[in-house]
T-cell receptor, first 112, second 119 residues
Framework: QKEVEQDPGPLSVPEGAIVSLNCTYS??????FMWYRQYSRKGPELLMY????GNKEDGRFTAQVDKSSKYISLFIRDSQPSDSATYLC????????????FGAGTRLAVHP | DTAVSQTPKYLVTQMGNDKSIKCEQN?????MYWYKQDSKKFLKIMFS???????INETVPNRFSPKSPDKAHLNLHINSLELGDSAVYFC??????????????????FGPGTRLTVL
């Protein structure tokens, strides 16, 4: 079993929909949680990060962490065709090396 | 003004050959990484270098040998290529090796990737 599980999709939604992307993890030592966005044929880029539990909002994006359930989510409001990409969750522990453990990524397609 | 660049972008080669991928970052970061992304988009760390010193070496076959001539460059040489080596290889860099509480300072910046196809 992988440390981080993420449904690969694909997820297809109409423009304007609310999108929910999720990851579960098994290592309770993870403290930092990130979402990376990867457009086709490009490298991943950091979208949002959260430390420990709670919510964080940035424009149309909201990241949630529930450490008791070992579950993280990314919500995209008013989704746009430009949001079509693969979204990878990543996480790491609070100490030691800056080593990220990634989920497999969820491919999202937002159609007009 | 590319932050992390890789060459080549595409690499098609025969099984058994030896090939190299080069990476350069102009961000002034101390730490560089190699990741492998398989066909299912799963991204896994292979190596990490800090100031030219190998720090992280995940269970990668010794056919893969990274080299860092200086902290702005990290190359990956692969000997005796196998079909299973086909993947996209990403280089990344971050300001520091050790975690920093401000995640923005710990952010890893990725290059555009090198798509390796072994026939």
């Amino acid at each position: 079993q992988k440390e981080v599980e993420q449904d690969p999709g694909p997820l297809s939604v109409p423009e304007g929909a609310i999108v929910s992307l999720n990851c579960t993890y098994s290592n309770s030592a993870f403290q930092y949680f990130m979402w990376y966005r990867q457009y086709s044929r490009k490298g991943p880029e950091l979208l949002m990060y959260t430390y420990s539990s709670g919510n964080k909002e940035d424009g149309r994006f909201t990241a949630q962490v529930d450490k008791s359930s070992k579950y993280i989510s990314l919500f995209i409001r008013d989704s746009q065709p430009s949001d079509s990409a693969t979204y990878l969750c990543a996480m790491r522990t609070s100490g030691g090396y800056n080593k990220l453990i990634f989920g497999a990524g969820t491919r999202l397609a937002v159609h007009p | 003004d590319t932050a992390v660049s890789q060459t080549p972008k595409y690499l098609v080669t025969q099984m058994g050959n030896d090939k190299s991928i080069k990476c350069e970052q102009n961000l002034g970061h101390d730490t560089m990484y190699w990741y492998k992304q398989d066909s299912k988009k799963f991204l896994k760390i292979m190596f990490s270098y800090n100031n030219k010193e190998l720090i992280i070496n995940e269970t990668v076959p010794n056919r893969f040998s990274p080299k860092s001539p200086d902290k702005a460059h990290l190359n990956l040489h692969i000997n005796s290529l196998e079909l299973g080596d086909s993947a996209v290889y990403f280089c990344a860099s971050s300001l520091r090796l050790y975690y920093l509480r401000d995640e923005k300072l710990s952010e890893q910046f990725f290059g555009p990737g090198t798509r390796l196809t072994v026939l």
